[in-house]
C-alpha cells in the first residue's frame, strides 16, 4: 500500500511538473506585443459641409497612431450619403484616430482615441459650405441642348 501511494504522489508531482512545463513553453511563444493584443476595428463616418450636406466622392484616409508611430493607414471614397467605410486588421484600445477628408483641394481632420469596440465612428465637417455644381452644370447642359434644338429646327423650317 505504501508503495501504491508513494507511485501515486509521483504521478501527481509528474503531472503538475508537465503542466508547469507545457504552461512556461506556451508563454514563451507568445509575442512580446502581447499584453496590448489587438482586435479587428472598423472606422466609419459621414463627411458633411458647414451646412450639413453630405459630400459624395470625398477622398478619406484613415491612420492607426501608437504614440508618434503610424502603425496603419486605410483609405476610402465617400458614398452619395457621404459616408465611409475602413477596416484595420490590428487596433489597440488608445491608439490615436487620425481622418482626414479631401474634396475640391480642400483638407478636414478629426482626431479622436481608439476605444475598445469592434465599429467606431469618426465623422468629419468641412468647415465651409462645398456649392452643389451638379445642379448649375445640369441647367446649363440643358440650356445648350434646347438651344441646339430649336436652333436645328427653326434651320430646317427655313428652308
Known amino acids: ?7 501515486l504522489r ?3 508531482c509528474v503531472s503538475i511538473v508537465a503542466s508547469l512545463a507545457f504552461i512556461l513553453t506556451a508563454l514563451a511563444l507568445v509575442p512580446e506585443h502581447a499584453a496590448a493584443q489587438g482586435f479587428p ?3 466609419i463616418g459621414t463627411v458633411r459641409d458647414q451646412a450639413g450636406t ?5 477622398l478619406v484616409i ?3 497612431f501608437d504614440g508618434t508611430t503610424e502603425k496603419d493607414s486605410q483609405s476610402a471614397t465617400t458614398n452619395t450619403l457621404g459616408r465611409y467605410t475602413t477596416t484595420f486588421g490590428d487596433a489597440v484600445a ?10 475640391n483641394s480642400q ?7 481608439c476605444d475598445g469596440v469592434a ?19 445640369g441647367m446649363i447642359v440643358a440650356g445648350l441642348a434646347l438651344g441646339i434644338v430649336a436652333v436645328t429646327v427653326l434651320s430646317r423650317k427655313r428652308k
Open 1 to 7: 500500500m505504501d508503495s501504491f501511494v508513494s507511485n
Open 10 to 12: 509521483i504521478n501527481r
Open 41 to 43: 476595428k472598423a472606422v
Open 54 to 58: 453630405p459630400v459624395q466622392g470625398a
Open 62 to 64: 484613415v491612420k492607426m
Open 94 to 103: 488608445g491608439w490615436r484616430i487620425e481622418a482626414s477628408a479631401t474634396y
Open 107 to 113: 483638407t478636414e481632420t478629426n482626431i479622436t482615441t
Open 119 to 137: 465599429t467606431q465612428t469618426v465623422d468629419i465637417t468641412f468647415q465651409f459650405e462645398i456649392p452643389e455644381f451638379g445642379t448649375m452644370l
